[in-house]
C-alpha cells in the first residue's frame, strides 16, 4: 500500500468515526426529545385531570342546584294543578 493510499485510509476512518459520533448524538437528542414530548404531554394531560378533581366539588354542587330547582319547579306544577282541582270542585 502506498502513502498516498493510507494517508486516505486514515482520513476515511477518521471521517467514519466523527460520523459515527455525529450519528450517536443525534439518536441521543432524539431519545431526549421524545422523552421531553411525553414528560409534556403527561404534565398537560394531568393537569387536565387536576383541574377537573378540584372542581368536581362545585360542579356537584351546581348540578344538585340544578337537580333541586327541577324538582321545585316540577313540585310548583304539581301544586297549581292541585289548586286548579280545588277551584273545579268548589265550583261544582
Given at each position: ?16 468515526e ?51 330547582a ?23
Amino acid at each position: 500500500m502506498s502513502p498516498e493510499e493510507k494517508e486516505l485510509l486514515k482520513r476515511s476512518v477518521a471521517l467514519a468515526e466523527e460520523n459515527n459520533d455525529m450519528l450517536r448524538g443525534m439518536k441521543r437528542s432524539m431519545r431526549l426529545g421524545r422523552f421531553m414530548t411525553l414528560v409534556y404531554w403527561l404534565f398537560i394531560i394531568g393537569s387536565a385531570v387536576g383541574a377537573y378533581y378540584l372542581i368536581q366539588p362545585y360542579i356537584n354542587l351546581l348540578t344538585d342546584t340544578v337537580g333541586g330547582a327541577k324538582g321545585s319547579l316540577n313540585g310548583l306544577k304539581d301544586i297549581s294543578g292541585i289548586i286548579d282541582n280545588l277551584k273545579q270542585q268548589i265550583g261544582q
